[in-house]
Every structure is written in C-alpha cells, then in structure tokens.
C-alpha cells in the first residue's frame, strides 16, 4: 500500500512546511499565519522520551513574546488512547512547549473565520514595489491607519485593498481580524 502524501502548508512564519491536513486544520494554520501575535509556526513530530519515542504530531507556535505552544486542536492530531494522549503533552512540554487547547468552535468563531479566509485569498497576488514601498513608507509616518486612509493616499496602480491583504499575508502588515472588516479596519506595519 502506497504511503498516503501530506499536504503541506508554507507562509512567511513557517520556517519549513507544516503538515496541512485540510479543512478545519488548513483553516487554523491559515488564522495562525494571520494572527499579529505570532512570530513562528512550526510542527512537532516526534519527541525522545527515554528509550522511547513519542508521536506528538501538532502544530507548535511561537509568540512575539516568546511563549512556545502546542496546539491540542480536536480532530487534528493522529488518534490515540488517554494515556497516549497525556504522554504527548508531557513529551511536547519536556521541548519547552505549553498546551494551548483549541476548538472546532474557536477556529470558526466569526467574523474571524470569513475574515481570515477573504484576506488569505489574496496570498498569491502580486504586490506592486512601488506601492508596497509607499503602504511601508505611510504606515511608519503616520500609522496605523483606517483601511479607507490608506487607500485614499495609496491609490494605485493596483487595487490598494488586494496589495494591503497581500501585504498582510506576506507578513509585513497586519489587521484586526477579529473585528469586521470595512473601511474602519486599522492597518499597521508589522512590529508597530
């Protein structure tokens, strides 16, 4: 029997390709990728416990804080009995990793869900230099702004609410995705 290839999930935050299993899981790497308080995701394989190896499979975060998380996401890990179950957070905790438990719920908690989705559609456009150059420029001068200010003074050549999403998937701007997205969104440059 043939092995079964996972998809692999990449963004600016990862520094290698993350296991991406679909659905609700593609769903919370995406948000993660989004979320301004997240410097870094990774994945945790296997730890050595001992003379034994622990399967931990989970996606790990790490936060501009430098805290280091675990994800304990229902239906994302491969399954296990309890005492597995207890023995993987041991395992991740021995690698400096706290628990963070997540629901299905918590990933599609609106308006964050549709927000995140809507803004990771504009991962692969391409970001004009010049504009790019000129979002930067603004944001370091006078931000952070309302999505509609940085239009209005960023008019162009390309759609300034694409660039300003394709800026926000590449890591170099960020938005509040937790609140509805409108004119009113602020925009800020990454670390501001």
């Known amino acids: 029997m043939a092995a079964r290839v996972r998809r692999q999930f990449m963004s600016p935050k990862c520094r290698s390709p993350v296991p991406d299993r679909g659905g609700i899981g593609h769903d919370l790497l995406v948000q993660l990728s989004l979320d301004p308080e997240i410097?870094?995701?990774?994945?945790?394989?296997?730890?050595?416990?001992?003379?034994?190896?622990?399967?931990?499979?989970?996606?790990?975060?790490?936060?501009?804080?430098?805290?280091?998380?675990?994800?304990?996401?229902?239906?994302?890990?491969?399954?296990?009995?309890?005492?597995?179950?207890?023995?993987?957070?041991?395992?991740?905790?021995?690698?400096?990793?706290?628990?963070?438990?997540?629901?299905?719920?918590?990933?599609?908690?609106?308006?964050?869900?549709?927000?995140?989705?809507?803004?990771?559609?504009?991962?692969?456009?391409?970001?004009?230099p010049r504009m790019r150059f000129e979002i930067m420029n603004l944001l370091h001068e006078d931000g952070p702004l309302r999505l509609h200010e940085v239009c209005q003074r960023v008019p162009g050549?390309?759609?300034?609410?694409?660039?300003?999403?394709?800026?926000?998937?590449?890591?170099?701007?960020?938005?509040d995705l937790g609140e509805m997205l409108d004119q009113h969104t602020i925009v800020r440059a990454r670390g501001i």
């Open 39 to 128: 410097s870094e995701i990774g994945h945790l394989d296997q730890v050595a416990m001992a003379d034994l190896l622990v399967d931990v499979d989970a996606i790990t975060i790490r936060r501009d804080d430098g805290v280091c998380f675990a994800i304990d996401c229902e239906g994302l890990r491969r399954g296990g009995d309890s005492v597995d179950d207890g023995l993987v957070w041991v395992a991740a905790g021995m690698m400096g990793f706290q628990r963070l438990p997540v629901t299905r719920a918590d990933v599609m908690a609106e308006p964050g869900f549709a927000n995140a989705r809507a803004v990771w559609s504009y991962r692969d456009c391409t970001i004009d």
């Open 157 to 175: 050549p390309r759609d300034p609410v694409a660039t300003i999403f394709a800026m926000c998937c590449a890591n170099l701007v960020e938005i």
